[in-house]
């Protein structure tokens, strides 16, 4: 076997949920791109067709669900959906997920409990689904979620939601990797610092505020700047690949080495 044919994920059948955000754009893209069959996810139409017509150009075949994993019900048909139109279900890139920023005498227990329910019940709804599928395929399958560097790191300016949300998608991802180990399916998460995506593009600006919070985070990321959507491209790759069978509970920190400092 050549060694790129470890990465070879051509065929596959690829659930990427949150599909119109930075980073299940860039997951859509790469599948897309590697030959992948996608079923793509979330709940903004216009952004979610636009991701999709970019990952037709790249001659995959798509789907698209204008959802978002509210419930048990919506995880499981999104599962459902993937396996009618594809006949199975290899992959699941969890995606989908918000942040509320607010100190924590000030935040409302409502959106504490929104950034709970986007970024952790949502991606344990959806693992399950597809835990069932992969298992009843009998062959394995690849898991991958969404964490970040706040996943390990605090943060002064009001993540107390958004912290605790990565550090339990962190725990759902550890845990599940040692409950499926015998059954071939592997679960690892990707734990990006500050990237560009639609929220922080002001960051990249020359702006004095920009600037300066630029500078602030690049002084603690070794590799000397802010990340790239492309950062992204093949951490997730590797995570949906053979070449990832024997890793499993892993957060694959792309982050320039932020957390090794």
């Known amino acids: 076997m050549k060694p790129s044919e470890l990465f070879d994920v051509s065929g596959r059948s690829a659930l990427v949920t949150g599909a119109s955000g930075a980073l299940g754009?860039?997951?859509?893209?790469?599948?897309?791109?590697?030959?992948?069959?996608?079923?793509?996810?979330?709940?903004?139409?216009?952004?979610?067709?636009?991701?999709?017509?970019?990952?037709?150009?790249?001659?995959?075949?798509?789907?698209?669900?204008?959802?978002?994993?509210?419930?048990?019900?919506?995880?499981?048909?999104?599962?459902?959906?993937?396996?009618?139109?594809?006949?199975?279900?290899?992959?699941?890139?969890?995606?989908?997920?918000?942040?509320?920023?607010?100190?924590?005498?000030e935040m409302a227990p409502d959106a504490f409990a929104d950034v709970m329910d986007a970024n952790v019940t949502q991606s344990w709804l959806l693992a399950r689904a597809a835990t069932r599928q992969m298992k009843a395929q009998g062959d394995g399958g690849k898991i991958v979620l969404v964490s970040s560097t706040r996943g390990i790191l605090g943060h002064p300016a009001g993540y107390t939601a958004y912290c605790a949300s990565k550090a339990a998608v962190d725990g759902i991802t550890k845990a599940l990797a040692c409950e499926l180990g015998p059954t071939g399916i592997t679960v690892n998460a990707v734990g990006p610092t500050v990237f560009r995506s639609v929220l922080t593009d002001w960051m990249f600006t020359d702006a004095p505020k920009a600037v300066k919070t630029r500078d602030n985070i690049v002084s603690r990321i070794p590799k000397g700047r802010l990340g790239e959507p492309e950062d992204l491209a093949g951490p997730l790759l590797f995570l949906a690949s053979s070449a990832s069978d024997f890793y499993t509970g892993h957060i694959l920190y792309a982050d320039g080495g932020y957390t090794a400092g």
């Open 25 to 105: 754009a860039v997951a859509a893209r790469t599948l897309a791109g590697a030959g992948c069959r996608l079923t793509l996810t979330a709940g903004t139409a216009d952004a979610l067709e636009a991701v999709a017509g970019e990952c037709r150009e790249l001659g995959a075949e798509v789907v698209t669900v204008n959802a978002r994993p509210e419930t048990e019900a919506t995880a499981d048909a999104m599962v459902e959906k993937a396996v009618e139109e594809h006949g199975r279900l290899d992959i699941l890139v969890v995606a989908s997920g918000i942040n509320r920023v607010g100190m924590i005498e």
